[in-house]
């Protein structure tokens, strides 16, 4: 089953506010990937987190990795209607074993 | 760079019937992936490759499902007979050197089972 969970499932802001999805695990990971879906759309890869406490940003996203490497962030400042999709965190392998989990995701739209 | 490939990308069948799904990944990517996504939830793996043997199908129903990747390249997906259930979104996915890397996914074939 899942590994992760990610708060909240879904998310409605104004155009311009700011999002966090949180990605929560029971278990200490190794590493961290993040993945965005947009509605009919196939996942693609944001990136990935390594790094205890690891802080990466691209443009208005950041995102973070966990001091104790249980938990990670993604944050977008100032959203906008093309950030409206899915966000999933995916914990790679050997992280749950052979197995590519996705998270629960967090589903994010935006109104304009 | 071309991207991963997939055909068909709808199918519509009645339960009990037999349909494959294609794949082609990206060149030079020695893993790939196949994902079941049911509306409003995540990708979930069914088998993984690395170039043409089998690394983990742990979530693949085995009794339905199947899956072959000749010459370590592009792969197909069997389902034979389908459910009800079965409906959902099959992605395809590759990446250059195991689970640690990206996954660069195709477009999915979107399957109906009536």
């Known amino acids: 089953g899942q590994q992760v969970m990610q708060i909240p499932q879904y998310q409605h802001v104004q155009e311009g506010e700011d999002f966090t999805t949180y990605c929560n695990s029971s278990?200490?990971?190794?590493?961290i990937q993040w993945y965005k879906q947009r509605p009919g759309g196939h996942p693609v890869f944001l990136i990935q987190?390594?790094?205890?406490?690891e802080v990466k940003k691209q443009k208005r996203l950041t995102f973070q990795f966990g001091e104790a490497k249980k938990n990670s962030s993604l944050h977008i400042t100032a959203t906008q209607t093309t950030d409206v999709g899915t966000y999933f965190c995916?914990?790679?392998?050997?992280?749950?074993?052979?197995?590519?989990?996705f998270g629960t995701g967090t589903s994010l739209t935006v109104i304009p | 760079e071309a991207g991963v490939a997939q055909s068909p990308r709808y199918k519509i069948i009645e339960k009990r019937q037999s349909v494959a799904f294609w794949c082609n990944p990206i060149?030079?990517?020695?893993?790939l992936y196949w994902y079941q996504q049911i509306l409003g939830q995540g990708p979930k793996l069914l088998i993984q490759?690395?170039?043409?043997?089998?690394?983990?199908d742990s979530q693949l129903p085995k009794d339905r499902f199947s899956a072959e990747r000749l010459k370590g390249v592009d792969s197909t997906l069997k389902i034979q007979p389908a459910k009800l259930e079965d409906s959902a979104v099959y992605l395809c996915?590759?990446?250059?050197?195991?689970?640690?890397?990206?996954?660069?996914f195709g477009p999915g074939t979107r399957l109906t089972v009536l």
């Open positions: 996915a590759s990446s250059f050197a195991g689970l640690s890397n990206e996954q660069f």
């Open positions: 278990t200490t990971l190794s590493n």
């Open positions: 987190l390594v790094k205890s406490g």
């Open positions: 995916a914990p790679p392998p050997p992280n749950t074993g052979n197995q590519f989990y």
């Open positions: 060149s030079g990517h020695a893993t």
């Open positions: 490759f690395q170039n043409n043997g089998v690394v983990d």
